[in-house]
């Protein structure tokens, strides 16, 4: 088998399929992780990843190349981002690997996108390599058994977690066809522990949509609670806290936006198939975007009230830029995009500490510093903590320069908050 795109997602799923003894072809565009693979070795973090592809690289079971060969099945694993402007699906990384293994099916052959997808992503993989094979017979197809079936199996895993998850989550797959959905199972069968649950593919399209979209919901719930709290002069954590103390609510914690491939993104894959019916969806999407925002006018505002007193830029310590704790993984990271917004902005200093972030990427290089905790610690005017990193627990924040806790490390831990109070009632 073969697996398009050996990323956060296409590289733990090719090792693991790989490590039941099945020859498997990981294809990636970057020749670097290609010779990276080859060697044994990762890219990316993720627990136990590095184990299993340095053991079945080593067994012959995994390799990995630049352009597509011949094999019975096809995983597609490639980006599907966003349009910046107005936040439509860009599939051009799924079009542009189905053109590529166009060239080497065979009848017989099995194509799977894994990427998230909007609705109706697979309909548009059979056809797209239907132009490019017109000799072979897609889904589709009217009263013709298709030569190559189609399916739709997303992923749904955690980073960090993305190696246990692959076997032990369920998996729902669709298929174009109840035959394209039943050589889909029988594949995952191979690895997954989980159930497998058969669908069509524009539903499950959207079950993995409608997953992350539920979340980005709760999660707006919360981040918008943290501005109402914050307005008011109230501990948000305490309030939800307390609130959860009711045996039916479960109201999650705030933080500084939502960031990641999936929730940041998925939910306008939702947006751009129904405008007019997606209006909570697009709300949460609203509220979370803004977020970051919000933050970044806390520390400018902050900045402003020290930076005549200490008479120069004010130092701002980032504590965190990856999208959530404990991984390296930096797309969609709102932490990240608060650190650029406020390099950006010349009037502070950035520290930028992220034990996972070996290297700043380029456009905050230029404005800013990465540097170790002590040394964040030691030289920052204000404080700002993004990202809950276990490595951040230990560290004591309780200094006489400003903390601005958006991911909740020093609650319960600080005796008095620097924060500018407010109070919740008119004077």
């Keep these: 088998m073969s697996v398009i795109g050996l990323g956060y997602i296409g590289l733990p799923t090719a090792a693991m399929f790989a490590s039941r003894d099945m020859k498997v072809i990981g294809v990636d565009t970057r020749q670097e992780t290609v010779d990276c693979v080859n060697r044994g070795e990762i890219h990316i973090e993720e627990p136990g990843l590095g184990d299993a592809v340095k053991s079945t690289v080593a067994l012959g079971f995994l390799r990995a190349t630049s352009e597509p060969e011949p094999a019975d099945a096809f995983l597609i694993a490639v980006p599907t981002p966003f349009r910046a402007g107005d936040r439509s699906p860009d599939l051009s990384y799924v079009e542009a690997a189905c053109q590529s293994i166009a060239r080497v099916l065979e009848p017989g052959n099995l194509v799977v996108l894994e990427s998230t997808s909007p609705v109706g992503a697979s309909e548009a993989v059979a056809r797209w390599m239907a132009e490019e094979r017109p000799d072979l017979v897609f889904p589709g197809a009217h009263g013709m058994a298709p030569d190559i079936h189609v399916a739709h199996c997303p992923e749904r895993v955690l980073p960090g977690r993305a190696i246990f998850e692959i076997v ?13 959905a039943e050589r889909a199972v029988e594949l995952y069968e191979t690895i997954v522990e989980g159930r497998c649950f058969k669908t069509d593919a524009r539903t499950a399209e959207l079950a ?13 719930f919360a981040n918008e609670l943290s501005m109402i709290c914050d307005r008011l ?26 960031g ?9 894959f939702i947006v751009s198939s129904a405008p007019e019916e997606a ?38 310590a980032c504590f965190g830029l990856t999208f959530k704790p404990d991984i390296d993984d930096l797309r969609e990271s709102p932490a990240l995009n608060i650190a650029r917004q406020l390099a950006g902005q010349g009037d502070m200093d950035i520290l930028a500490v992220d034990p996972h972030v070996s290297a700043l990427p380029s456009d905050l290089g230029r404005h800013a510093s990465l540097v170790g905790s002590e040394e964040g610690l030691a030289n920052a005017d204000i404080i700002l903590l993004l990202v809950a990193h276990q490595e951040f627990s230990t560290l004591d924040f ?8 958006t991911c909740g490390l020093t609650h319960g831990k600080r005796a008095t908050p620097n924060v500018r109070a407010r109070s919740p009632f008119p004077v």
């Design 398 to 405: 309780n200094l006489s320069v400003p903390v601005i806790d």
């Design 208 to 220: 993995k949509l409608a997953e992350n979209s539920f979340r980005d919901v709760n999660i707006a």
């Design 233 to 258: 002069d109230i501990d948000v954590r305490e309030l939800i806290g307390l609130s959860n103390r009711h045996p039916r609510v479960n109201i999650l914690q705030p933080g500084p936006g939502v």
């Design 260 to 268: 990641g491939h999936c929730i940041a993104v998925d939910p306008w």
């Design 279 to 316: 209006r909570i969806i697009r709300t949460a999407r609203e509220v979370n975007d803004s977020k970051p925002d919000w933050v970044i006018q806390q520390v400018t505002e902050t900045a402003t009230d020290i930076s005549g007193r200490i008479g120069r830029p004010p130092r701002v």
């Design 168 to 180: 032990h989550n369920d998996r729902v797959i669709g298929g174009i066809t109840p035959g394209c």
